[in-house]
């Protein structure tokens, strides 16, 4: 048997790894089993527990759940798990022979890893050979960051693989009790999920993670949203309609990056709209972005541990509590940051500069410590990808040595992207009949005189503790080892270019509406 294990690339359109477990079926004559789920001891363990919430677990069984359907649509029978993966492994051992374990490279953080390392040698006592397959432009056992670029290239524009034919005669487990067994299995299983996504659904603002979805998003964007990306990403009231949405789908794998990619470029050629040219160009290079910032946790798992320069590994950080719970509650009397937070605790989404700002915020102004903020902040990303995320963090909290320490002013991103305190007086109801003058200048008006039964007074004095806190970070960097700074930008810097093939493969778009005909 081949098992095909789906680690967050729930898709069947343009997926090599399960074209690689398709033809190792056909080449040995072996029957497939696909199998997927949420690994329990990931969401309860304390060290990882933070990365597999609410909204994650939400994510991934928006995303499995009509992959399974998929599955059951074209005549297989997929396995759904919701346990340690290990534990799943060795119960079918106990049936059925494995002879290969596939899957895509994971670039995850220490606890996956860990969790990796573990099948491995589960694979190697069992006489199983486990083949993972680079899933996108991220290199595993990198040299240099000086190749990337060549590999990266190569990978992108390499074929789209379609939806496989498969092959209901060779690759469908024909062992019927083993069948039947898997069935009843599935269907606890499946009430689980089905659950876990119509509770959390109906409580939050949450979009589906699927394959279709992914899709139908991709072509929205390229076909119309995309005009309004230039100067219309930066405003939290304008992102969420001018951005491609496709981060979350990314995330979960629901849609390749190599596949946005090709579709990017054929439009940019195709269109004659030039702001949708534009658009697609500036979203492009986020692609590109995404991909680098990958790289570094591939290269250092550690990243929500350890800053990638060890020069800022020891700040230390007052880290109070009362702090910290006011701004998790969106309650430190910054209009905008308040906002922001109760944003995403509803919707699993904000736009990146107020990501940028929020981390700056709590880590410059509450003098919080980056680790936990980072780790409270992955609870509520639907779209947590931990390369990205970690990558933020550090950057955002001055500790990588290589980039420029930014601090961000609430007040002044209020005023620049919330003039007319639209999204502040949508998501902090208390502050809906205020006029606009007190809110843009909440700190030196009476506002708080008049409103602090119902939100708080600012928790702090920003401009002066963030002036004290970037100037501990400043002066850590003047002193700093130059040669760690050195060695963390060959290991971790950017050696920016923009993927742009030299002859362009045309996109079968045909192919595409076809795929999203026929997905569930």
Not at 116 to 121: F, L, S
Not at 196 to 210: F, H
Not at 425 to 447: F, T
Not at 476 to 501: E, M, Q, V
């Amino acid at each position: 048997m081949v098992i095909y294990w789906h680690k967050k690339d729930f898709r069947l359109f343009d997926n090599p790894a399960l074209q690689k477990a398709l033809d190792l079926c056909s080449l040995e004559n072996l029957e497939l089993l696909p199998i997927m789920g949420i690994e329990s001891d990931l969401v309860i363990d304390a060290q990882t527990s933070y990365e597999f919430g609410t909204f994650w677990q939400f994510g991934m069984a928006s995303a499995i759940l009509p992959l399974y359907k998929n599955y059951n649509y074209f005549g297989l029978i997929a396995g759904l798990f919701y346990e340690p993966v290990l534990n799943y492994l060795q119960n079918i051992l106990k049936e059925k022979k494995i002879t290969y374990l596939v899957s895509h490279q994971e670039h995850g953080t220490h606890g996956t890893y860990v969790r990796d390392k573990k099948v491995a040698d589960f694979c190697r006592q069992n006489g199983i050979k486990w083949i993972e397959i680079q899933p996108s432009g991220v290199i595993r056992n990198l040299q240099s960051r000086n190749t990337r670029d060549a590999m990266v290239k190569k990978y992108l524009n390499s074929n789209i693989i379609s939806i496989p034919k498969f092959d209901k005669n060779s690759q469908l487990v024909i062992d019927r009790n083993f069948w039947k067994s898997l069935i009843a299995k599935n269907k606890i299983v499946e009430v689980e999920f089905n659950n876990l996504e119509n509770n959390i659904g109906s409580k939050y603002n949450l979009r589906s993670a699927s394959e279709k979805s992914a899709l139908s998003t991709l072509q929205d964007f390229i076909s119309k949203r995309a005009s309004g990306y230039r100067g219309g990403i930066s405003s939290p009231n304008t992102a969420i309609d001018n951005g491609s949405r496709l981060s979350q789908f990314l995330a979960f794998g629901s849609i390749s990056c190599r596949f946005v990619h090709q579709s990017y470029w054929a439009q940019i050629r195709a269109s004659k709209d030039n702001k949708i040219r534009a658009g697609i160009l500036g979203s492009m290079k986020r692609l590109f972005w995404r991909e680098h910032f990958i790289q570094r946790i591939e290269t250092s798992a550690n990243m929500p541990q350890i800053a990638i320069n060890p020069d800022f590994n020891n700040i230390v950080y007052a880290a109070a509590e009362d702090l910290f719970e006011a701004f998790k509650k969106g309650r430190t009397g910054e209009p905008l940051i308040d906002a922001c937070i109760r944003c995403l605790t509803v919707t699993g989404f904000i736009n990146f500069r107020m990501r940028a700002l929020l981390i700056s915020y709590a880590v410059f102004g509450l003098d919080l410590n980056w680790r936990e903020v980072g780790k409270f902040l992955a609870t509520l990303f639907l779209d947590y990808e931990p390369g990205i995320h970690w990558s933020q963090v550090q950057m955002q909290s001055g500790v990588t040595g290589i980039n420029t320490i930014r601090v961000y002013s609430p007040s002044k991103q209020l005023l620049d992207q919330d003039p007319e305190c639209v999204f502040v007086k949508k998501w902090i109801p208390e502050l809906a009949n205020i006029d606009n003058i007190y809110i843009l200048d909440y700190l030196k008006s009476d506002l708080s005189k008049q409103s602090s039964d119902i939100y708080p007074v600012p928790i702090v004095d920003y401009k002066t503790t963030s002036k004290i806190n970037k100037a501990k970070v400043y002066n850590i960097r003047k002193i700093a080892n130059k040669d760690n700074a050195k060695a963390t930008f060959i290991k971790h810097g950017s050696r920016k270019k923009l993927i742009k093939p030299k002859k362009l493969k045309k996109v079968n778009q045909e192919i595409v509406l076809q795929s999203e005909s026929i997905l569930l």
